[in-house]
């Protein structure tokens, strides 16, 4: 599985963005997907993931993010989105797009830049 992420950029504290990430490849291994991110100087922390689902896919958010960003899909593009609002500058952080796959092999995207400043 490939994966592009994209939608990161400079916001003003308040403000919004959303990060899009499409996968190719063996679209069809997808256990789950997500998003983590990484601030300088932390771990890497996940933000939010869809779990397939037996009829539709469960969201799971960081408690950090709880109210705040929202992960949606859209299947006939093979993407996920994350909609983040009211961003702080907590929130500035290399933004990661991962797949985990039935066989629970990982696959990581390129990562996408936010930075939350006035």
């Known amino acids: 599985v490939q994966l592009q992420a994209s939608g990161g950029g400079l916001v003003q504290p308040g403000g919004s963005l959303r990060l899009s990430c499409v996968a190719s490849?063996?679209?069809?291994?997808?256990?789950?997907i997500g998003w983590y991110r990484q601030a300088p100087g932390k771990q890497r922390e996940l933000v939010a993931k869809?779990?397939?689902?037996?009829?539709?896919?469960?969201?799971d958010y960081a408690d950090s993010a709880k109210g705040q960003f929202t992960i949606s899909e859209d299947h006939t593009k093979n993407a996920v989105y994350l909609q983040m609002n009211n961003l702080t500058p907590e929130d500035t952080a290399v933004y990661y797009c991962?797949?985990?796959?039935?066989?629970?092999?990982?696959?990581w995207g390129q990562g996408t830049q936010v930075t939350v400043s006035s």
């Open positions: 869809l779990t397939s689902g037996s009829v539709t896919n469960h969201a």
């Open positions: 490849g063996d679209v069809w291994t997808i256990k789950e």
């Open positions: 991962y797949v985990k796959a039935w066989n629970e092999n990982e696959y």
